[in-house]
């Protein structure tokens, strides 16, 4: 009698814990929804950052990205200048994995980031109907590199934004435009009226007859 006395004990806690707190599967449901939640709150920050530098053009890294570093870039920076006034992320102490502070989870934001303004500019063509192209050819020191950007019209305002950059592996006519094409076409511009197109005074881009424009 006496053990069946403790084992209805132990089962009526049970059952009190249970009402109270939910089971164990509610219970892990609910850590894992509330470990969601923090992850997305943190990302947010990351993101915000990202766009930030995106948009003022600035630099991510420096020459130096290691923890010795006395200037690890402005992202850090960033990221530590946010956490000195953010309670959230003064709390916050994310798995080593999943910092998304290493130079490939940068790349990977960026990516998303212009994948999301490319996507608008895109849009805004495509309701447009037409477009005009702008293209020149730029060295950055290491290897060559075509930019190209579109005009349009949007909602009765003229805008003028940049589009991609590519590596040029030939420097003559055929390849240029063939990346040039391929943009486009990347970029779902190969049933949209392109209506001008606007290079450098270099005859390589310009030339009428064996031009990029020709």
Known sequence: MAQSHKDSVVAWRGYQATTQHGDVVQMMMSAEANEIEMRRDYLKRIVAITSMLGAQGLPFRGNDDSIESTNRGNFVACMELVRKFDPFMQ????????????????????????????????????????????????????????????????????????????????????????????????????????????????????????????
Not at 122 to 138: L, N, P, Q, W
């Open 91 to 214: 709390k916050h102490n994310p798995p080593s994995n999943a910092t998304y502070m290493a130079p490939v989870s940068q790349n990977e934001m960026i990516e998303c980031c212009a994948q999301e303004v490319t996507s608008v500019i895109v849009s805004e063509i495509t309701r447009s109907k037409m477009y005009s192209i702008m293209a020149d050819e730029a060295r950055d020191g290491r290897s060559e590199q075509l930019a190209v950007c579109v005009r349009y019209v949007s909602e009765g305002e003229v805008k003028e934004h940049f589009l991609a950059l590519t590596e040029l592996m030939s420097f003559d006519a055929q390849s240029i435009t063939d990346k040039l094409q391929e943009q486009l076409q990347m970029n779902g511009f190969a049933d949209i009226k392109c209506v001008a197109q606007t290079y450098d005074g270099a005859a390589l881009m310009s030339g009428p007859t064996g031009g990029v424009q020709a």
